[in-house]
């Protein structure tokens, strides 16, 4: 397993940018690929953006394209989410995970972060 922590959350306004880190404990972090997730106040996590250990595969959800950057340094074993022209509905605890697997669904990836919010105000 992996141990993963998140940083960079915050408040922000609509139009704003917020870069969030994903620290990763394991000196194997060069062969996971990397996830981002989000769950929103009463709502299901949803999947935002993977990127594959040889950083030659990268996935966007249709509600971020274009507006997040998912990328990773594995000298420094830790993967990044650039998010640019936030919007209120991105308000949500962001998630990083690790998955030996190249999927997007949530049960695929065996190892979480404990989460960062980030709240976005109109």
């Known amino acids: 397993q992996v141990q993963l922590v998140e940083s960079g959350g915050g408040l922000a306004q609509a139009g704003d940018s917020l870069r969030l880190s994903c620290a990763a404990s394991a000196r194997s972090f060069s062969s996971y690929n990397m996830g981002w997730f989000r769950q929103a106040p009463g709502k299901e996590r949803e999947f935002v953006a993977i990127?594959?250990?040889?950083?030659?595969?990268?996935y966007y959800s249709g509600s971020v394209k274009g507006r997040f950057t998912i990328s990773r340094d594995n000298t420094k074993s830790t993967v990044y989410l650039q998010m640019n022209s936030l919007k209120p509905e991105d308000t949500a605890v962001y998630y990083c995970?690790?998955?030996?697997?190249?999927?997007?669904?949530?049960?695929?990836?065996?190892?979480w972060g404990q989460g960062t919010q980030v709240t976005v105000s109109s």
């Open positions: 990127i594959g250990w040889r950083t030659d595969y990268i």
């Open positions: 995970a690790a998955s030996t697997l190249l999927r997007t669904s949530a049960g695929s990836f065996g190892s």
